[in-house]
């Protein structure tokens, strides 16, 4: 049962639907080692003032990595969606980053 991008949300339900099945909290999680040379290149673009596109390149696809694993955890449990979805971010004292997003997955039903 393919899980459509509509059917993934922060909110508690989906307007319209009903939760027919509960399978719980699914989870989906990547890490990112620390690059020493990308983080010396950034911070000498930052002191002259370009943005952080780098950065923001890595926390994006490590944010996609996950959800695309969690999306593939929900679906292998007979979910069609997932509610309450949430993101937690962390660094490693070794400078990796690791995400993780979590979520309820369930069986919708289009609501009579």
Not at 47 to 66: K, V
Not at 83 to 101: K, N, W, Y
Request: hydrophobic share 45%; aromatic share 8%; proline share 4%.
């Amino acid at each position: 049962m393919a899980i459509s991008h509509e059917a993934v949300v922060t909110f508690d339900r989906i307007e319209g639907y009903r939760i027919v099945k509960s399978f719980g909290y699914a989870y989906g999680q990547a890490n990112r080692p620390h690059n020493a040379l990308r983080s010396t290149l950034r911070s000498i673009g930052e002191f002259m003032g370009f943005a952080a596109i780098d950065y923001l390149t890595d926390a994006e696809r490590a944010r996609g990595e996950c959800l695309v694993a969690l999306i593939e955890k929900a679906e292998g449990l007979g979910a069609n969606g997932i509610v309450g979805l949430h993101f937690q971010a962390s660094e490693a004292p070794d400078g990796s980053t690791r995400v993780l997003a979590f979520g309820e997955a369930v069986v919708l039903d289009p609501a009579p």
